[in-house]
C-alpha cells in the first residue's frame, strides 16, 4: 500500500510533523519494533531527494512499499539511477560514494541508527551533506554503552515499548524463564556481548537441545519464534522439535516459509540472527531466547519480532532460556522495560509467567523500600566508573529505571534522569512530589556538574544530607530519637517494612524520612 493510502496513527502523524517541522541538523527518533518506524519516514516531506541506509542488503528493498515514487536501490550487482528515494546497503554504497554527489539528497534516514557510529557510516555521513539526517532506533537507552552523540544531537521524537504495550498498539508480554542447564560462566566478552563461537559451544548441547524442546511442548502457545546462537545450533533444537524449521541467512525461500508460519502450516521457526531486524512477521504469539545476550539492542529486537497486534492473539509468551552465568548479566524481561537487575528481595516465583507491565510494577513498588534503595546505591559508584562520570560524591541513589535521585531539603529531592543513546540527560527538581523546575537536556556530565552547583549554591547548610563525605561521617551512627519518633508516627505509610528501631542507623532512619517526604 503506497504512502498516501496509508492512514497514520496519531503518535506517527506527531513524528512526522516533528520531522516536517526541523529545518536541519541530525537528530534521532526513537519508537519501539512495532510501532512502525518505515511508515513514519515514508511520510516526511522530501524538498529533494531520500537516502535511506540499512546495514543488511535484505533489508533494502522491504520499504518499498511504503513510497508512491520512483525507488531506487544500492546493492550487490543493482545499482540506482537517480530516483526520488534511493535505499542502499551501506557495505555496498559506501565502495560507491565517488557515483554520487555529496549534496544529491536532502534527507538521509538511517534505519536501526544504534550501528550508526561504526566506521563505515561515518564515511558515508562524512561525504553527503543532507539538509536533515534522521537516525531511526527501537532502543532510545544506553544499555549498551552507544554513544550516539557524535552523530546526532538529540531524540526529538520518542515512543517506547511501554507506552505502545499501554495504549494497546504492541502486545503485552507474558514471562517465563526456562532453566535448560547451560554454563556460560566461562564465555568471553566480544563487541560488548558475549563471544559468539565460544557462546555455541556452550549452548549446542544435546541435552540442553532438549530441554529447549521440551519446554516448547510444555508451555509454547501458538506459532513460536526461537533465536538460536548459530545455524549448527538453529539445526540441532529443530530436530527436537516436531514440523519445526530451520530459517538462516543462506535459506532462499524465506518469504513462502513465513507466509506458511502466519498461515498456521508451520508450527515453528528456528532462527539464527536472520529476524531480529526489519522483517514483517505478523503473527508470532509466543518467543523463546535460546541466543543469550548481554546487548540491549539486540535483545529487544528478537522480543519484538512478537510485539505485533493480531486477530485472536492474545499477548505474547517471551520465554527466556536460563542457566548458569556465573558474573554475566544478561538481559532478560525487565531489560526491555531499563530495568537491569530484579531486586533480591523479590521471589523468583512471584513474576514467573506474569505479565511485564506488572513486573515492572512490582519491582518499582520493592524499590521503594528503603532497604533495597540502601543497597542500589552502590549502583551509582559503577555508573560513575564504568562511563568516567564525575557525581562530586553527591548522595544519589540509583532507581531501577537507571535514574538517580537526591534529596536535599525537606520534601524536596532532584531526580537525574538515564542518560539516552545521544549521552544526554536532564535534572528534574521535585517539592512535596511536583516537579517545579527542570534544566534542559544536556551530556550526562553537565547534568552532574549542575546538580552539584545547585546544591553548594542554594543549599550549603544541609550538606549532611546530600554530600556522601558527610553522610559516611555520621551515617553509621545509631539512629536518633527524634529520628525513631519520626519514623514511628508514620508507619502506616511504611507497612510493608520490617523496621529494627534499635539497630536503625542515622542514615538508614534518613534514608526512610526523606521517603516519606518526597
Given at each position: 500500500m503506497?504512502?498516501?493510502?496509508i492512514?497514520?496513527?496519531?503518535?506517527?502523524?506527531e513524528?512526522v510533523?516533528?520531522?516536517n517541522?526541523t529545518?536541519?541538523g541530525?537528530?534521532?527518533?526513537?519508537?519501539?519494533?512495532?510501532?512502525?518506524?518505515?511508515?513514519?519516514?515514508?511520510?516526511?516531506?522530501?524538498?529533494g531527494?531520500m537516502?535511506i541506509?540499512?546495514?543488511r542488503e535484505?533489508?533494502?528493498?522491504?520499504?518499498k512499499?511504503?513510497?508512491d515514487?520512483?525507488?531506487?536501490?544500492?546493492?550487490?550487482?543493482?545499482?540506482?539511477?537517480g530516483?526520488?528515494?534511493?535505499?542502499?546497503s551501506?557495505?555496498?554504497?559506501?565502495?560507491?560514494?565517488?557515483?554520487?554527489?555529496?549534496?544529491?539528497?536532502d534527507?538521509i534516514i538511517?534505519?536501526?541508527?544504534?550501528?550508526?557510529?561504526?566506521?563505515?557510516?561515518?564515511k558515508?555521513?562524512e561525504y553527503?551533506?543532507p539538509?536533515?539526517?534522521?537516525?531511526?532506533?527501537?532502543t532510545?537507552?544506553?544499555?549498551?554503552n552507544?554513544?550516539?552523540?557524535e552523530?546526532?544531537?538529540?531524540?526529538i521524537?520518542?515512543?517506547?515499548l511501554?507506552?505502545?504495550?499501554?495504549?494497546?498498539?504492541?502486545s503485552n508480554?507474558?514471562c517465563?524463564?526456562?532453566?535448560?542447564?547451560?554454563d556460560i560462566?566461562?564465555?568471553?566478552?566480544?563487541?560488548?556481548?558475549?563471544?559468539v563461537?565460544?557462546?555455541?559451544s556452550?549452548?549446542?548441547?544435546?541435552?540442553?537441545?532438549?530441554?529447549i524442546?521440551?519446554?516448547?511442548?510444555?508451555?509454547?502457545?501458538?506459532?513460536?519464534?526461537?533465536?538460536a546462537?548459530?545455524v549448527?545450533h538453529?539445526r540441532?533444537?529443530?530436530?527436537?522439535?516436531p514440523g519445526?524449521?530451520v530459517?538462516?541467512g543462506e535459506?532462499?525461500?524465506?518469504?513462502?516459509?513465513?507466509?506458511?508460519f502466519?498461515?498456521r502450516?508451520?508450527?515453528?521457526i528456528?532462527?539464527?540472527?536472520v529476524f531480529?531486524?526489519?522483517?514483517?512477521m505478523p503473527?508470532i504469539?509466543?518467543v523463546?531466547i535460546?541466543r543469550?545476550?548481554?546487548?540491549?539492542?539486540?535483545?529487544?529486537?528478537m522480543?519484538?519480532?512478537?510485539?505485533?497486534?493480531?486477530?485472536?492473539k492474545k499477548?505474547?509468551?517471551?520465554?527466556?532460556?536460563v542457566g548458569v552465568t556465573g558474573?554475566i548479566k544478561l538481559c532478560t524481561?525487565?531489560s526491555?522495560?531499563?530495568?537491569?537487575?530484579?531486586p533480591a528481595?523479590?521471589p523468583?516465583?512471584?513474576?514467573?509467567?506474569?505479565?511485564i507491565?506488572?513486573?515492572?510494577d512490582?519491582?518499582?513498588?520493592?524499590?521503594n523500600?528503603?532497604?533495597?534503595?540502601q543497597?542500589?546505591?552502590?549502583?551509582?559508584d559503577?555508573f560513575?566508573?564504568?562511563?568516567?562520570?564525575d557525581?562530586h560524591?553527591v548522595?544519589y541513589v540509583m532507581?531501577?529505571d537507571?535514574?538517580?535521585?537526591c534529596?536535599?531539603?525537606?520534601?524536596?529531592?532532584?531526580?537525574v534522569?538515564?542518560?539516552?543513546m545521544?549521552?544526554?540527560?536532564?535534572?528534574?527538581?521535585y517539592e512535596?512530589?511536583l516537579?517545579?523546575?527542570?534544566?534542559?537536556?544536556?551530556y550526562?556530565?553537565n547534568?552532574?556538574?549542575f546538580?552539584?552547583n545547585?546544591?553548594v549554591?542554594?543549599?550549603?547548610?544541609?550538606?549532611?544530607?546530600?554530600?556522601?563525605?558527610?553522610?559516611r561521617?555520621?551515617g553509621?551512627?545509631?539512629?536518633?530519637?527524634?529520628?525513631k519518633?519520626l519514623?514511628?508516627?508514620?508507619?502506616k505509610?511504611l507497612s510493608?517494612?520490617?523496621?529494627?528501631?534499635d539497630?536503625?542507623?542515622?542514615y538508614?532512619?534518613?534514608?526512610?524520612i526523606?521517603?516519606i517526604?518526597?
Amino acid at each position: 500500500m503506497p504512502m498516501n493510502e496509508i492512514q497514520l496513527r496519531d503518535y506517527q502523524q506527531e513524528c512526522v510533523d516533528i520531522i516536517n517541522n526541523t529545518e536541519s541538523g541530525s537528530y534521532l527518533v526513537a519508537v519501539a519494533t512495532g510501532l512502525g518506524k518505515t511508515v513514519i519516514f515514508s511520510h516526511i516531506a522530501r524538498r529533494g531527494r531520500m537516502l535511506i541506509l540499512s546495514h543488511r542488503e535484505e533489508l533494502v528493498w522491504q520499504p518499498k512499499k511504503y513510497f508512491d515514487c520512483s525507488y531506487g536501490v544500492e546493492k550487490a550487482d543493482i545499482h540506482s539511477n537517480g530516483e526520488e528515494v534511493v535505499s542502499a546497503s551501506v557495505q555496498s554504497l559506501v565502495r560507491r560514494l565517488e557515483s554520487f554527489s555529496p549534496d544529491d539528497f536532502d534527507i538521509i534516514i538511517t534505519d536501526e541508527a544504534h550501528h550508526a557510529v561504526a566506521p563505515t557510516y561515518k564515511k558515508i555521513y562524512e561525504y553527503f551533506n543532507p539538509r536533515l539526517h534522521i537516525g531511526f532506533t527501537a532502543t532510545p537507552n544506553r544499555a549498551d554503552n552507544v554513544k550516539l552523540g557524535e552523530i546526532y544531537s538529540s531524540i526529538i521524537f520518542e515512543r517506547n515499548l511501554k507506552w505502545g504495550i499501554k495504549n494497546n498498539y504492541l502486545s503485552n508480554i507474558r514471562c517465563l524463564k526456562i532453566d535448560i542447564g547451560y554454563d556460560i560462566s566461562e564465555v568471553s566478552s566480544q563487541n560488548g556481548d558475549l563471544n559468539v563461537g565460544e557462546l555455541s559451544s556452550a549452548m549446542d548441547i544435546q541435552k540442553q537441545n532438549k530441554a529447549i524442546a521440551e519446554a516448547y511442548q510444555k508451555y509454547a502457545v501458538g506459532q513460536t519464534l526461537i533465536f538460536a546462537t548459530s545455524v549448527n545450533h538453529a539445526r540441532n533444537i529443530a530436530m527436537e522439535i516436531p514440523g519445526a524449521r530451520v530459517v538462516t541467512g543462506e535459506t532462499e525461500n524465506r518469504d513462502e516459509i513465513i507466509a506458511d508460519f502466519t498461515a498456521r502450516k508451520i508450527p515453528c521457526i528456528v532462527n539464527c540472527m536472520v529476524f531480529t531486524e526489519g522483517t514483517d512477521m505478523p503473527l508470532i504469539e509466543t518467543v523463546i531466547i535460546a541466543r543469550p545476550t548481554r546487548n540491549a539492542s539486540l535483545y529487544a529486537q528478537m522480543v519484538g519480532r512478537g510485539l505485533r497486534l493480531h486477530e485472536g492473539k492474545k499477548e505474547l509468551l517471551l520465554m527466556d532460556c536460563v542457566g548458569v552465568t556465573g558474573k554475566i548479566k544478561l538481559c532478560t524481561a525487565p531489560s526491555l522495560f531499563g530495568i537491569s537487575e530484579v531486586p533480591a528481595s523479590i521471589p523468583q516465583e512471584e513474576i514467573e509467567g506474569q505479565l511485564i507491565t506488572d513486573i515492572e510494577d512490582r519491582i518499582k513498588y520493592e524499590m521503594n523500600k528503603p532497604q533495597d534503595w540502601q543497597i542500589n546505591a552502590h549502583l551509582v559508584d559503577i555508573f560513575e566508573e564504568e562511563n568516567s562520570y564525575d557525581t562530586h560524591d553527591v548522595n544519589y541513589v540509583m532507581l531501577p529505571d537507571g535514574d538517580m535521585v537526591c534529596s536535599y531539603d525537606r520534601n524536596c529531592c532532584i531526580r537525574v534522569e538515564s542518560e539516552d543513546m545521544t549521552g544526554n540527560s536532564r535534572a528534574v527538581l521535585y517539592e512535596n512530589k511536583l516537579p517545579v523546575k527542570t534544566t534542559v537536556r544536556m551530556y550526562m556530565q553537565n547534568v552532574l556538574d549542575f546538580v552539584y552547583n545547585f546544591l553548594v549554591t542554594n543549599f550549603p547548610n544541609n550538606h549532611k544530607l546530600w554530600d556522601m563525605k558527610s553522610v559516611r561521617k555520621w551515617g553509621g551512627q545509631p539512629a536518633s530519637d527524634a529520628q525513631k519518633r519520626l519514623i514511628y508516627r508514620n508507619r502506616k505509610k511504611l507497612s510493608d517494612l520490617d523496621i529494627d528501631y534499635d539497630k536503625l542507623t542515622k542514615y538508614e532512619a534518613s534514608v526512610i524520612i526523606n521517603r516519606i517526604h518526597n
